[in-house]
Nanobody, 117 residues
Framework: QVQLVESGGGLVQAGGSLRLSCAASGLTFGTYRMAWHRQASGKERELVATISSSGSSYYADSVKGRFTISRDNAKNTVYLQMNSLKPEDTAVYYC???????????WGQGTQVTVSS
């Protein structure tokens, strides 16, 4: 079955960096668009960044210039490099795999990122 496993979360001070990874299995990774979402306590889940199978990326305004999404199709892995972290980046970060226009999508279990001030 399809599995998405996130890793790399943790506690970091404001201004610091973290790199999240999402390892995918059970799907043809290269055909899926990948995305990172986040959900802060008491708030709705929000889109952080997406990357197409060819590497085209999109970023939410709140993270533009600080976060970088990338993928390694040979390793079936998508990454989120997070720099200049702020306390408002504190959330559970989720990985998503989807094909535009299709209803099928897959989600990871999430990884906690906590940024202290």
């Amino acid at each position: 079955q399809v599995q998405l496993v996130e890793s790399g979360g943790g506690l970091v001070q404001a201004g610091g960096s973290l790199r999240l990874s999402c390892a995918a299995s059970g799907l043809t990774f290269g055909t899926y668009r990948m995305a990172w979402h986040r959900q802060a306590s008491g708030k709705e889940r929000e889109l952080v960044a997406t990357i197409s199978s060819s590497g085209s990326s999109y970023y939410a305004d709140s993270v533009k210039g600080r976060f970088t999404i990338s993928r390694d199709n040979a390793k079936n892995t998508v990454y989120l490099q997070m720099n200049s972290l702020k306390p408002e980046d504190t959330a559970v970060y989720y990985c998503q795999a989807y094909i535009r226009g299709w209803s099928t999508e897959y989600w990871g279990q999430g990884t906690q990122v906590t940024v202290s001030s």
